[in-house]
């Protein structure tokens, strides 16, 4: 069983890496100069007791570090500077050497107060076998993951415009308060309550509703009954996911936490592509739901309510149809299913203060690509900006991750802006 | 609780660098949204542009810091063009959307790794407005101010450039909208098929909007990046956008001054709740638990968020603006 040597390992580079940075100024010169890395095998495991030297480009000694037991070093400088670092290769344990013995020692350049990563890989490099292919075939399986999740929470969003006609900024701070509540009922005492994920999850998922219920009943019916403008209302969303996200930061703090149960697993290797237990789960969990979500639009009788509402809201009216009703449903569905998604988001990644924003530009390019005002044109839209943006990584560096699904956002607005799905506008 | 302090801090913020930068780029939104009614929420993109274009052609290419500004107002320019082409023919929200996708994607680009040796990736570029200082005529090695409210000789001279440059924005956009171009501006946002119905071409008015709104806050942004003598990414968030607009609507939208006022007493009160704040803390007024040190600036976004809120719900008009202009409520 292979295991994901190139995520982990990048993993724990970058997790020593900012515990390194975080310790750096403590150890390093007046300038806070440092050198350090982490050493560990193929399989991910730390390599400890190994020595490391860092020399003036002279030869001169500047230090010594040791790789402890999570294989981190750390040395501090002087100042900044060219340095050379070797790693001294008989104090490598039996059996691991260096992958690139000519490349030991590096000559590094360390800028004013910097503490600068190195990178000394042990062994041969292991992993998954077939290069390309396999790779294609492990972001559309990403992408698709990530894709189903936005679905969740966008539909809502997509409904929500549909009815009321409201572009609410703040729906991805439904998604992250679904999220961090679950993690607050789910995380040991005594930060939270201990209960169990799924438990937890469902929880939150009431939460959401409830949440989407307070808004529509509190915020929202009464500026709509005052006629309150659509573009108003706009910067008020804006307003109110600037206040629910601070407050989430309040409570949560500014670091990435992983729910307590299902955070670290072994992944499946399934052939063209490898997933985790718990990814596997949520995709399926995700499409069901979906497709749950599906057949309540079409087939019941309040799905083809809100359908009508989100159509053509006066005819609906005419026709009986109690619009103020549905469109409180519409807000407690999209809060719960934002909610969920949240929950899933936090499964398959980690809970983030700021995770609400980072998917609202997505979940904004994905229903806009599927057809802003339908439930469908979400699920497709999201999907495909989920795939999008995971084979951005094959060609992009991963910060820009995002740049790719922005830019169809931007080429979708261009070309077809009602979206896949949606009935053409005329406007201006 | 050191009044005097607190005092001291918010008039030192009112009339500082940072108001003149808002005060430019919120005039910007005023022509954009107060005036046309354009939804444009990545201003910050606009202001990325002018302060990188500036920095760039200095540190980069070794010319001159006036030439870097024009070549910021000039990519502003094309970013206008970019944004505006697709989106103008749309409704208001997908102007909004693009504009805070194009503001982000521009903000990741700058910052990536991909092009640091241009940008300086998450370090910015610095020290490349020296061309401004060198103009500088008052003496430095003493500070300039009354009592506890002190400015280097730097800061003065940036907040003299700065707030005549204000004013005189503040005349022009008076003047524009007070002549026939602007009674058609403000005719799109009071009811744009009206405006198409007597033959005008509201698209291109739009646009003349838009790259008007753009430059001013290109040059908001080259001014911040001259103050700090810093060009950094992280600068220019959404949150600056969201800012910008508090600025503008307290002070007034389509006002052609309002953002002046708008900016001092944003800035005023925000620096003066952070001193305050601070002074709590220390002095044990606000216990430990409820909130740290590093919490103030917490308070001071949701602060903003719900006075973003509270402002748009119960006054959209803002100190001075008018009722009736205010095309908000209208679809």
């Known amino acids: 069983m292979k295991s994901r040597r190139g995520r982990s390992a990048g993993l724990l580079v970058a997790a020593t890496a900012l515990l390194m940075v975080l310790a750096g100024p403590v150890l390093a010169g007046e300038g806070g100069e440092s050198v350090q890395g982490s050493l560990e095998t193929p399989d991910g495991e730390p390599v400890e007791g190994v020595e490391v030297v860092v020399t003036t480009v002279d030869g001169a000694q500047v230090g010594t570090g040791e790789t402890d037991a999570e294989g981190a070093f750390s040395v501090p400088l002087p100042g900044p500077g060219q340095y050379q670092v070797a790693v001294t290769a008989e104090t490598l344990p039996e059996g691991q050497d260096l992958r690139d013995p000519e490349r030991n020692p590096l000559t590094v350049n360390v800028r004013s107060g910097r503490a600068l990563t190195v990178q000394f890989p042990i062994g041969e490099r292991a992993g998954p076998e077939g290069g390309a292919p396999n790779r294609f075939a492990q972001t559309i399986v990403d992408g698709v993951k990530f894709g189903l999740i936005i679905a969740m929470t966008a539909i809502g969003l997509s409904l929500i415009f549909g009815t009321t006609g409201l572009t609410n900024f703040a729906h991805g701070e439904l998604v992250a308060a679904g999220a961090i509540i679950a993690w607050f009922l789910n995380a040991n005492s005594p930060a939270g309550l201990g209960i169990q994920l799924i438990g937890a999850a469902l929880l939150a998922v009431v939460a959401g509703a409830g949440l989407g219920y307070a808004l529509e009943r509190g915020l929202f019916r009464p500026l709509r009954r005052r006629r309150t403008g659509l573009v108003t209302l706009l910067v008020v969303t804006i307003g109110l996911s600037l206040l629910l996200r601070y407050v989430l930061l309040y409570f949560f703090g500014g670091n990435p936490r992983p729910y307590s149960d299902y955070s670290v697993q072994r992944a499946l290797d399934l052939g063209v592509f490898i997933q985790t237990p718990k990814d596997l789960i949520v995709m399926a969990l995700s499409v069901l739901i979906l497709i749950g979500v599906g057949l309540f639009l079409i087939r019941t009788r309040v799905g083809k309510a809100i359908r009508a509402v989100a159509d053509n809201r006066d005819l609906a009216e005419s026709s009986g149809i109690d619009v103020q009703k549905v469109i409180l449903f519409v807000w407690c569905l999209g809060g719960a299913l934002a909610a969920l998604g949240g929950v899933f988001q936090g499964v398959v990644d980690s809970v983030n203060w700021n995770m609400g924003f980072q998917l609202l530009l997505l979940m904004f390019a994905g229903v806009t690509l599927g057809g802003l005002g339908t439930a469908f044109g979400a699920l497709v839209g999201s999907i495909i900006i989920g795939v999008l943006t995971q084979i951005s990584t094959l060609y992009l560096p991963p910060e820009l991750k995002s740049v790719l699904a922005l830019g169809a956002l931007v080429a979708v607005l261009l070309v077809r802006p009602q979206g896949i799905l949606g009935q053409a506008e005329r406007v201006g | ?331």
Request: hydrophobic fraction near 55%.
């Open chain 2, 1 to 331: 609780m050191d009044l005097g302090a607190i005092l001291a801090d918010s008039l030192r913020a009112a009339i500082g660098p940072l108001a003149i930068v808002y005060a430019l780029t919120a005039m910007g939104l005023n022509m954009q949204f107060g005036y046309t009614g354009l939804l444009n929420f990545g201003q910050a993109a606009f202001m990325l542009l002018g302060v990188y274009g500036s920095a760039i052609t200095v540190a980069e290419f070794g010319g001159s810091l006036w030439v870097g500004i024009l070549v910021g107002i000039a990519l502003s320019v094309v970013l206008a063009l970019l944004l505006g082409i697709p989106t103008l023919r749309l409704r208001a929200d997908y102007l909004a959307i693009a504009t805070i996708a194009a503001a982000e994607i521009l903000r990741l680009i700058v910052r990536s790794t991909v092009v640091e040796d241009l940008t300086g990736g998450v370090f910015g570029i610095s020290q490349f407005a020296n061309d401004f200082y060198a103009l500088n005529p008052y003496p430095g090695g003493r500070s300039y101010g009354v009592g506890p409210l002190q400015f280097s000789n730097n800061d003065l001279w940036v907040m003299t450039v700065g707030w005549t440059l204000v004013i005189i924005v503040g005349i022009m956009i008076a003047v524009l909208t007070h002549s026939p171009w602007g009674r058609v501006i403000k005719s799109i946002r009071e009811d744009e098929d009206a405006a198409r119905s007597l033959g005008k071409n509201t698209y291109s008015y739009k646009m003349q909007s838009l790259v008007f709104g753009g430059i001013l806050g290109a040059l908001a942004g080259a001014l911040l990046g001259i103050a700090q003598q810093n060009a950094n990414p992280d600068a220019f968030q959404p949150i600056i956008t969201f800012y910008a607009y508090i600025v503008l609507i307290l002070g007034g939208p389509a006002r052609s001054f309002g953002p002046i006022a708008g900016t001092m007493v944003f800035w005023f009160i925000v620096a003066g709740l952070d001193t305050a704040l601070r002074q709590a803390i220390d002095t044990g007024l606000i216990p430990e638990t409820v909130l740290a040190g590093a919490d103030v600036g917490i308070v001071r976004f949701m602060l903003v968020g719900l006075g973003l809120m509270i402002l748009m719900i119960y006054r959209p008009q803002g100190i001075f603006g008018n009722r009736e202009e205010i095309g908000l409520g209208a679809h």
